[in-house]
T-cell receptor
Framework: KNEVEQSPQNLTAQEGEFITINCSYSVGISALHWLQQHPGGGIVSLFMLSSGKKKHGRLIATINIQEKHSSLHITASHPRDSAVYICAAESGNTPLVFGKGTRLSVIA | DSGVTQTPKHLITATGQRVTLRCSPRSGDLSVYWYQQSLDQGLQFLIQYYNGEERAKGNILERFSAQQFPDLHSELNLSSLELGDSALYFC???????????????FGSGTRLTVV
């Protein structure tokens, strides 16, 4: 079974800072997902990637398949980015395995 | 609106009772997944249905059951409720070929269950 680890668990940043959240997994995957969960509870899918890098606005996700590692970067962070960020590993037809999440607070 | 509809949003019930949570997947998605999120456990996979058939089972208790109907909506039934069942329950849907989405899975807004 895949083990998914995220770091850090908690992160506080000043507005405008560049933020990096890390995710590592133990077993080869077919895709890695990054999710965002706001304080209200709803979950939004940010990225699904199996190689390389994807960018959406100020968010960038990268993955290194050989090192079994992915990062989520937020440029020019803003208080509205405050949320829990969760990575999830997908292997073939097996269900997603989730990390425990990184709680991000961006202070104005 | 993500396209995945979950009802009810909030549910408060007593121990020993039975509740039904409902999920309507995004139009065109054949797979429905149920997840439980409790404070100390994070997101845990419960069960997956694909076009009406059970496809995969996770850490789902015997007191819990689910089904997917011909119109593809799904229901999660929780019975003999215990205090520890209090959690957020999410469903998600996907297109098995991910042809209609860049992101693979679309999550509903969740049902917050409180057992008192």
């Amino acid at each position: 079974k895949n083990e998914v680890e995220q770091s850090p668990q908690n992160l506080t940043a000043q507005e405008g800072e560049f933020i990096t959240i890390n995710c590592s997994y133990s077993v080869g995957i077919s895709a890695l997902h990054w999710l965002q969960q706001h304080p209200g509870g709803g979950i939004v899918s940010l990225f699904m990637l199996s190689s390389g890098k994807k960018k959406h606005g100020r968010l960038i996700a990268t993955i290194n398949i050989q090192e079994k590692h992915s990062s989520l970067h937020i440029t020019a962070s803003h208080p509205r980015d405050s949320a829990v960020y969760i990575c999830a590993a997908e292997s073939g037809n097996t269900p997603l395995v989730f990390g425990k999440g990184t709680r991000l607070s961006v202070i104005a | 609106d993500s396209g995945v509809t979950q009802t009810p949003k909030h549910l408060i019930t007593a121990t020993g009772q039975r509740v039904t949570l409902r999920c309507s997947p995004r139009s065109g998605d054949l797979s429905v997944y149920w997840y439980q999120q409790s404070l100390d456990q994070g997101l845990q996979f419960l069960i997956q249905y694909y076009n009406g058939e059970e496809r995969a089972k996770g850490n789902i208790l015997e007191r819990f059951s689910a089904q997917q109907f011909p119109d593809l909506h799904s229901e999660l039934n929780l019975s003999s409720l215990e205090l520890g069942d209090s959690a957020l329950y999410f469903c998600a849907s996907s297109d098995p070929n991910f042809s209609g989405s860049n992101y693979g899975y679309t999550f509903g807004s969740g049902t917050r269950l409180t057992v008192v």
